[in-house]
């Protein structure tokens, strides 16, 4: 079976540019969550949803972070504009309520470089 | 907010030595969690704990719900070259769907 899949793996772009990062959860969960993972703070969770609702966005850093999931098998996360202090790799991971709900499956990652 | 105190930051061991890590926190969680990143990768899940004081294994791996709720201890024996990467921590409250995560151990191993 395929796991969450992320695009892109590699982003690399100049500081004000836009950056959108894709999530496409494993089939049938019904939640979805966006991290950030940099050296100095570590895993943060950013937002998650729920039958592509987001239930809270109290992580994502500032205005210019958005989401969405307009179904259940795709997410976005967008930077605008980007800054160099969003370099950082961003994980997307799904899981199925229930008590498996802590299996939360993570996919690769995009590492993202804003010059 | 909520932290998770995750200690040793870094490891550096001989192949074959026995590895103890552990977690602390202020709150009480109801779930502790054990996940490990390879190079590259997400973090991917190792050890589930649900009970206070409960004791799981998995393989060479065995994990500790601390009987406070506020703390949990992972230690790998015998360790070997695949086991070298970063281990996080994380838990979850009551009721809550997210989690709140460590800032892992960097686990390094010496042939």
């Known amino acids: 079976d395929a796991g969450v899949i992320q695009s892109p793996r590699h982003e690399v772009t100049e500081m004000g540019q836009e950056v959108t990062l894709r999530c496409k959860p494993i089939s049938g969960h019904d939640y979805l969550f966006w991290y950030r993972q940099t050296m100095m703070r570590g895993l943060e969770l950013l937002i998650y949803f729920n039958n592509n609702v987001p239930i809270d966005d109290s992580g994502m850093p500032e205005d210019r972070f958005s989401a969405k999931m307009p179904n259940a098998s795709f997410s976005t996360l967008k930077i605008q504009p980007s800054e160099p202090r969003d370099s950082a790799v961003y994980f997307c991971a799904s899981t199925l309520s229930g008590r498996w709900t802590d299996t939360q499956y993570f996919g690769p990652g995009t590492r993202l470089t804003v010059l | 907010g909520q932290q998770l105190n995750q200690s040793p930051q870094s490891m550096f061991i001989q192949e074959g030595e026995d590895v103890s890590m552990n977690c602390t926190s202020s709150s009480i969680f109801n779930t502790w969690l054990w996940y490990k990143q390879d190079p590259g990768e997400g973090p991917v899940l190792l050890i589930a704990l649900y009970k206070a004081g409960e004791l799981t294994s998995n393989g060479r791996l065995t994990a500790q719900f601390g009987i406070t709720r506020k703390d949990s201890f992972l230690n790998i024996s015998a360790s070997i070259p695949s086991d070298v990467g970063i281990y996080f921590c994380?838990?979850?409250?009551?009721?809550?769907?997210?989690?709140?995560f460590g800032q892992g151990t960097r686990l390094t191993i010496n042939p």
């Open positions: 994380a838990g979850r409250t009551q009721g809550a769907q997210k989690l709140v």
